[in-house]
């Protein structure tokens, strides 16, 4: 679903925060990156839409590349690729069903979408989304009057309004009470196992990789240092990945 | 350093000082002229407040719509000259254009417009449109600047065209502060407006202009008392409508 080859990304600065990645990710796998932080995931994970622009490399998504595309190919395929940030990342001011319409800003119209008008077709599925994470009857309410957990929860209603076949979801939690962790990350095991969707997911704490993670892989310094099921992941891959700091 | 400064502050202050011909005893002198100027405009002539009325309204009319126009002409220059949005080539020429335009006063404008198409309120609107359009696009263009780039992440993300980004990411974070600037921008454009009657563009400025050099000291008094009022009337409905957006 997600084949990358021979990745690197020089950030302006001259940091290099991905060097050299290999990683291909099947159709249907719950894929968590682990890693400290600043250990490239975040720049991974932006790579794949193109964000981030990759200084080498390539990066396909569903057979199509990513990297090289024109910049109407380019929104076409991100479409495909709902992302659920740290920060949330919602329009404040918007209501929440406006927040999730975003995600169908691939598809419908562009002028009126312009004007705020969106097929009916598009409101159903928004609202259905949101429904999926709980929220259908928050749908009118501003977005900043959520609280953190259930603006994450509205972030990935947006992504799965898009349709999407991949999400990548960077920290979705740790911006969150430590509770919360687990609320946000059974929602996201939930469409990986009721849609069969592919999940890449960076996260930081290692017990949640482990209760969630079909695959871990392990981020150092820009570099794939693990690779492999949760099972295999010992204490001196731990290490390995964490270096000397404890893992957070 | 720090000595050199002042020391050229003073230098250039005196000289300016002695260049205008800045002298404290012409001052003193002059106070009974004041004097005299101030008690012939008591009582006010109420009798031109008919004329007095109607020019506020033009300066009004003038302010509003001149504002009304340029808040929206300036949406697309504030969009190519805010660095975080618009591409490199654009982005330059742009504020160099904001700046050089901007450099000239409202009043210079009209002068100009006057010139182009004759006397009335409608070149004061032209100029007023002109200085306005490009204040506010910088205005604009600073506000994109200060955006938090999360939500841009976000829609860019969904797949969509760069102008629904500007639309759904950008747009909805600046709106309420673009509406600040814009009922700023009116009132000083009230207070400017009021001064446009003097080149011949336009409302109240021109009675008092034509009082002045009739010196009709006391129909002035109730131009100016108008003017007063006009502007406070302004101010205090646009500082309303302005702590509720905040």
Known sequence: ?????????????????????????????????????????????????????????????????????????????????????????????????????????????????????????????????????????????????????????????????????????????????????????????????ERGLTLVVSQHQLETALAYATRIVGFRRGRVAFDGPPSALSPAVVHAIYGDGAPA | MRRAVVFVGIVALAWAAWDTGADPVRLARGVPWVLDFIRRMIPPDLRVLPSALAGAVTTVEIALLGTAVAAVAALPLGFVSARNVAPAPLFYPARAVLNFFRSVDTLVYALVFVAAVGLGPFPGVLAVVAYTTTSLAKLYGEAIEGIDPGPVDAITATGATRVQVLRFGVLPQVLPLFLSYILYRLETNIRAATVLGFVGAGGIGFYLQTYLRMIDYAAASTVLLVTVAMVMIVDGVSSRLRDRLV
Do not use: H, W
């Open chain 1, 1 to 193: 679903m997600i084949e990358v080859q021979g990745l690197r990304v020089v950030l302006p600065g001259a940091t290099t925060a991905v060097d050299g990645v290999d990683l291909t990710v099947r159709q249907g796998e719950f894929v968590v990156i682990l890693g400290r932080s600043g250990a490239g995931k975040t720049t991974f994970l932006r790579a794949i839409n193109r964000l981030v622009e990759p200084t080498e490399g390539t990066v396909r998504v569903a057979g199509r590349a990513v990297t090289g595309a024109a910049p109407a190919e380019l929104r076409e395929m991100r479409r495909r690729i709902g992302m659920v940030f740290q920060q949330f990342n919602l329009v404040r001011r918007a209501s929440v069903l406006e927040n999730v319409l975003a995600g169908r800003l691939g598809y419908v119209p562009a002028l009126p979408s312009l004007v705020g008008r969106f097929p009916q077709a598009d409101r159903a599925l928004a609202m259905e989304c949101l429904a999926q994470v709980g929220l259908a009857r928050m749908a009118e309410r501003r977005a900043d009057t959520l609280s953190g957990g259930e603006q994450q929860r509205v972030a990935i209603a947006r992504a799965l309004a898009q349709s999407p076949a991949v999400i990548l979801a960077d920290e979705p939690t740790a911006s969150l009470d430590p509770q919360l962790t687990g609320s946000i990350m059974d929602i996201l095991r939930r469409i990986n196992v």
